[in-house]
């Protein structure tokens, strides 16, 4: 038997499919782009199917549910931010 090419997982309730060794970030910007692009500047985060946000690096795993979920993560300071 072959292994699958591709896993389906869940974003926001969307079927998509992403190749072996994809990361959750992967999964969501198949589903949608722009979120992904909030994801990456740290105004939303991904959530598994209990609702704890997880690293957008973490390896998908077929049948992932995820969400994207409001950042409450501080923003990062940019060199001549104030405090």
């Known amino acids: 038997m072959t292994e699958p090419k591709q896993l389906r997982a869940f ?3 969307s079927a ?4 072996l ?3 959750v970030l992967d999964a969501v910007r198949a ?3 722009a979120a992904a692009g909030e994801v990456e500047a740290f105004t939303r985060a991904i959530a598994d199917s209990r ?4 690293d957008a690096a973490t390896v998908v795993t077929g049948g992932a549910v995820l969400r994207v979920v409001s950042s409450r993560a501080p923003k990062a300071v940019r060199p001549g931010d104030q405090p």
């Open 16 to 19: 998509v499919y992403v190749t």
């Open 21 to 23: 060794g994809a990361t």
């Open 11 to 13: 974003v926001n309730g």
């Open 51 to 54: 609702g704890l946000v997880i």
């Open 31 to 33: 589903a949608d782009p």
